[in-house]
């Protein structure tokens, strides 16, 4: 016995075979017994997975074990997120397919996921790319359309003016196509938005809503949703040269600093400064040079403050004399507000930045709580904390709320040309998403563009509008629009001559509703079922990574909006009840001596009197320098392979080791050792099993009246650590319940190792058939396939998949001790801990023994002590 080992790589493909063949984890149809939805998000097919999918997918199936066996009906699904950018890039490189490539790479993906043993139910996967998925999609938004969820506007794109193509933000590296290394431009298209903007108020409101998102996910979101409460102000142009406005309009949320403004600030492509440029080609120049940058947030705001004095002055709200210039500067957004500032170089950091490149200046008007108001001065910091008006005016010794409301009041009682000078306005940040993408490997947007019937939707009949299989990749641009014939259709309505739109639809709105799809994937008729969507939404766990902690939660929330406006989500409000990001999969990196990374397959760690040392398995087992742990890349080599992985240890040692070693939402440090040392528990867990087996009674031997005190004592071990396993499990403490089940093995073994004689009694055979049992039941969602292994050893004839969580005995759990508050003349002074069965002269003497107690008397004599049983001490003296 001592001898056997368990062999994951038989076991392992046994047991998913014999799930796969028994059903056993298809979606449970039982209306009667509640349900779990449990969801990770589903993956990109680049064509492997990697650590990070072992990892998120491993604490999903945990809890769909978990759940089921708690008698859940559980929706576990997978699919793909199929659509996007590598699949083109990688059809340019190999001259094949895009579905080809992707369609390749699901299938070695879901081997190797498969290989996992996940408890998927893999009759409801779906494939992004799959016209049975975008048909509905293309429905969708005819729906959204119909219902005036969609806009067609012009919008700025990053235009590649050697490729010609559109690129995406992330395609723009300084300022320069990422291919061709030309400059970008920035163009207008007209493009097809979703409008979300339109939802701000209610996506900001629902974030109260979500008590089980991690709070830093919802600030994330509240941040670039970016409700703002400000003030528009209008600043009187002084009468100059060639312009026909009088005035120019800014939205500032610090209506305060007003008496801090240096200059005003207007977007390059504001009207006035297109106005101004038309006969000033300095201007002109240097608007250019502003359109030759990533229109990404993160671009504008890394970029150096730039402006260009045009000469002309405002005049100040609250003084005449006051003339302020006006300047185009790089880092004011058309987009945003009016497009114009004003600037108070001394509050804030591009201001300040601003100002001083151009000699502008800065006057103070918030005084810091306790500085002192003539020394106060601002070099190269803006200072953007509380504090007292000064140098304002009326506004002096007000607070800054006080001074907003101040001048609100003011400005919106005053009038220039007719009208009041402000006005009050709440902005969001968050704008309208466009989603026409000129692209070829995405969702069709379902259109037809008719010289004389103009937008016209594709009829619901002629959906999907399939992606057109023959198309080429040997030159930059849309392949669909250089398609010979696919754009040229009848028009729907008058049935002339149209043509198709050629754009396709941003990748993440495949992502946008495919948890939806999922509870009915088979329904070819609708998008959804309302009854599926009742029984199954919301996802009660969705768990995924940080990086999506923004744009894809969002507009998978508008899109639950948006889709049951239009009938397509039942009543569901939000579509994810729990969420869960987990940490990132870190590793050790190695530098060889000529400087180049090492991966870890090809290194040796060794323990040496100086520490650990790392050898190249290959030239001669020289050394490498063991350099910091970071995010496994295949930038620095310091990735592991899933596959070899569990080819080496199996599944259930990834998966263990992956969920013990720190807390789900930190990074997990992967090492070598670390798996081995999983490897060598989870034989030892099969020993204990197997010396269990022997000294259990049988599985269907009732239950013994009396117990002895050692069987008494396991029974009250194993008890404690189910409901411990229990309460981890719920909260997604994995590497607690693992614990747990480290010390329950530790407990076990002892209490096996305690027995001296074959002839035991039966109560202890009970005791050890149930911590067998119970054992095995703790650790089976994270290690399934030797659950199984071990559940039948034990004499089992069903599978550990599908018995009942096991149901803890309250008598064996209740604590032994019990902590009582003790009072000295009433007064708290500590606690007391003590046997729950003690009488009262123990108590008493115990209480006497504690220091704090004697200290707290100062030496006067014990008049009384006063016990209220299971509830508080006091002792008075
Ligand atoms: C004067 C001022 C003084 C400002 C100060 C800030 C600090 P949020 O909170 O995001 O709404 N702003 C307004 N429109 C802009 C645009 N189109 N492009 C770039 N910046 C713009 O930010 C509002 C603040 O951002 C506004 O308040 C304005 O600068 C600037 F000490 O006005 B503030
Ligand atoms: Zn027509």
């Known amino acids: 016995m001592e001898s056997e080992r368990y062999n994951a790589r038989e076991a392992e493909p046994k047991w998913q075979k014999f799930w796969d063949e028994a059903g056993t984890f298809l979606t449970g149809t039982d209306a009667a017994r509640p349900k779990y939805y449990v969801l990770e998000m589903f993956p990109y097919p680049s064509g492997r997975i990697h650590m990070g999918h072992v990892r998120n997918y491993a604490m999903g199936d945990v809890i769909a074990r978990y759940k089921r066996a708690k008698g859940f009906m ?195 492509d504001h009207p006035l400064a297109q106005k101004l440029a038309e006969s000033d080609p300095a201007l002109k120049d240097f608007i250019i040079e502003c359109s030759h940058r990533g229109t990404s947030v993160a671009a504008i705001e890394t970029a150096e403050k730039k402006g260009y004095d045009t000469g002309l002055k405002v005049r100040h709200p609250f003084d005449d004399n006051w003339g302020l210039p006006v300047y185009v500067a790089n880092f004011v957004l058309m987009d945003y507000g009016t497009g114009a500032i004003f600037g108070c170089p001394a509050h804030d950091q591009r201001d300040l930045d601003f100002a001083n490149t151009y000699g502008l200046g800065n006057q103070p008007v918030i005084l810091p709580p306790g500085a002192d108001p003539a020394s106060f001065v601002i070099t ?46 709440i902005n969001f940040r968050l704008r309208d998403w466009g989603i026409s993408r000129q692209r070829y490997w995405g969702c069709p947007i379902p259109i037809i563009h008719c010289e004389s019937c103009g937008v016209v939707p594709v009829p619901e009949k002629d959906l999907p509008v399939e992606l057109p299989k023959d198309v080429t990749f040997d030159q930059p641009g849309n392949p669909l629009d250089r398609h010979p014939t696919w754009k040229h259709v009848a028009c729907p309505i008058c049935g002339g001559p149209a043509r198709r739109e050629t754009d396709t639809m941003d990748t993440f709105v495949d992502s946008s509703w495919y948890f939806l799809r999922f509870t009915d994937p088979k329904d070819q008729a609708e998008p959804t079922d309302a009854a599926a969507v009742s029984r199954w939404m919301p996802v009660d766990q969705y768990i995924g990574g940080i990086e999506h902690a923004i744009l894809h939660l969002l507009y998978a929330r508008f899109f639950t909006r948006a889709m049951r406006m239009t009938n397509h989500a039942d009543e569901l409000k939000e579509p994810f009840t729990g969420l869960f990001t987990q940490g990132m999969v870190v590793h050790e990196t190695y530098k060889g001596l000529d400087g180049a990374w090492v991966a870890p397959a090809d290194v040796r760690i060794e323990q040496t009197p100086e520490g650990r040392k790392a050898f190249r398995l290959d030239n001669n087992g020289a050394e490498v320098e063991i350099g910091p742990i ?229 030496g006067r004599p014990v008049k009384k002590i006063i016990i209220v049983p299971q509830r508080i001490v006091n002792v008075v003296g």
Request: with cysteine; aromatic share 8%; charged share 25%.
């Open 380 to 425: 190269t910091q803006a200072y953007d904390g509380e504090g007292t008006l000064f140098h304002s005016r009326f506004l002096d010794g007000l607070s800054i709320p006080e001074a907003k409301e101040e001048v609100a009041k003011r400005l919106e009682a005053a009038v220039f040309d007719g009208r009041p000078i402000a006005k009050r306005q």
């Open 74 to 268: 559980v929706l576990h699904p997978m699919g793909w997120d199929a659509f996007g950018m590598p699949a083109e890039n990688a059809a340019m490189q190999n001259k094949s397919h895009p579905a080809d490539w992707t369609y390749a790479n699901i299938a070695t993906m879901r081997t190797q996921l498969k290989s996992m043993g996940l408890s998927i139910d893999w009759t409801r996967e779906i494939a992004t790319c799959d016209p049975s998925y975008y048909k509905h999609q293309q429905k969708l938004f005819l729906d959204f359309l119909a219902a005036g969820l969609v806009d067609r506007k012009q919008a700025k794109v990053n235009w590649d003016p050697v490729d010609h193509t559109v690129l995406a933000n992330e395609q723009v590296i300084d300022g320069r196509g990422w291919r061709s290394g030309a400059l970008v431009e920035q163009r207008e298209l007209t493009q097809w938005f979703l409008k979300i903007a339109a939802q701000a108020d209610d996506l900001l409101a629902g974030l109260d809503t979500l008590e089980h998102w991690p709070e830093k996910v919802r600030l994330m979101q509240k941040n670039w949703i970016g409700r703002s409460e400000g003030l528009l102000v209008r600043f009187e142009l002084v009468p100059g040269p060639a312009v026909d406005t009088r005035e120019l309009e800014v939205y500032t949320t610090r209506p305060d600093t007003l008496f801090g403004a240096k200059f005003l600030a207007i977007a390059p």
């Open 630 to 858: 970071e995010k496994m890349s295949k930038s620095k080599k310091n990735v592991v392979d899933p596959d070899e992985i569990i080819e080496s240890f199996g599944a259930d040692t990834a998966r263990w080791f992956m969920l013990s070693d720190s807390p789900p939402e930190r990074d997990v440090i992967w090492t070598q050792e670390g798996a081995q040392n999983v490897s060598k528990f989870l034989q030892r867990l099969w020993r204990l099993t197997g010396e269990l087996a022997e000294l259990a009674s049988a599985p269907d031997i009732p239950k013994p009246t009396v117990f002895s005190p050692p069987a008494m004592e396991l029974r009250k071990a194993v008890h404690g650590a189910l409901i411990k396993v229990g309460e981890d499990l719920d909260r997604l403490r994995f590497n607690r319940a693992i614990a747990q089940v480290h010390d329950l093995a530790n407990k076990v073994s002892a209490a096996v190792g305690a027995v001296e004689t074959p002839e035991i009694s039966d109560d202890l055979r009970f005791a050890f058939r149930e911590a067998g049992d119970i054992m095995v039941q703790l650790f089976a969602p994270m290690m399934p396939h030797l659950a199984e292994e071990c559940w039948a050893r034990l004499g089992h004839k069903v599978l550990v998949a599908e018995t009942a969580w096991p149901i803890a005995e309250p008598a064996l759990v209740v604590e032994d001790v019990i902590s009582l508050p003790v009072q000295v003349n009433g007064k708290k002074r500590g606690d007391l801990v003590i046997d729950r069965t003690a009488d009262q002269a123990a108590i008493e003497s115990a209480v006497l023994a504690l220091d704090f107690v004697q200290k707290a008397l100062e």
